[in-house]
């Protein structure tokens, strides 16, 4: 399993906890940025690791800002992304269970590190249900061409 990381700078701080978390499980990941706590606009770290999951270079990506929600809109807006922004642990399961998701978006500002890393390992540890979801997954990708 590899795994994109990154985050905008109200991400960076939870980014660095869960990149520790990963490092310690022998989870391979790449850091994409940014790398520092000065400002910067999500969207460019949000594609970036959207296009590395979509091209095929790694199976999941991890996105934090503020809120989870810039990241999620931008991911979403690549093709063959299915990104949920989860703040409790049922979310990030069911996020696998049914929808597949590739890439999870957290919120720095929302929740606390503990929280994150019980996310984050549900959510790497849980595997999509297939059946009657495939179905639905297809139909996402034919209604909107995503
Ligand atoms: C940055 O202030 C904040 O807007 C961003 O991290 C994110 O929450 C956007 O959705």
């Not at 994109?4 to 490092?23: F, N, Q, S």
Request: with cysteine; glycine share 12%.
């Amino acid at each position: 399993m590899k795994v994109a990381i990154g985050a905008d700078h109200a991400g960076y701080l939870l980014k660095e906890a869960i990149k520790r978390h990963l490092a310690k499980g022998d989870i391979p990941f790449s850091d994409i940025g940014t790398f520092k706590m000065d400002s910067v606009n999500y969207p460019e770290y949000g594609y970036k690791v959207s296009v590395s999951v979509a091209s095929g270079g790694y199976d999941f990506g991890i996105l934090i800002c503020g809120t989870g929600i810039g990241m999620c809109i931008t991911a979403n807006k690549i093709k063959g992304i299915r990104a949920v922004q989860a703040y409790t642990v049922e979310q990030a399961k069911l996020s696998r269970l049914h929808n597949d998701a590739n890439i999870l978006c957290l919120g720095g500002r929302i929740i606390n590190e503990e929280e994150a890393i019980s996310i984050v390992d549900t959510w790497l540890n849980t595997s999509f249900e297939g059946g009657r979801h495939v179905t639905r997954l297809k139909l996402i990708s034919q209604l909107t061409g995503l």
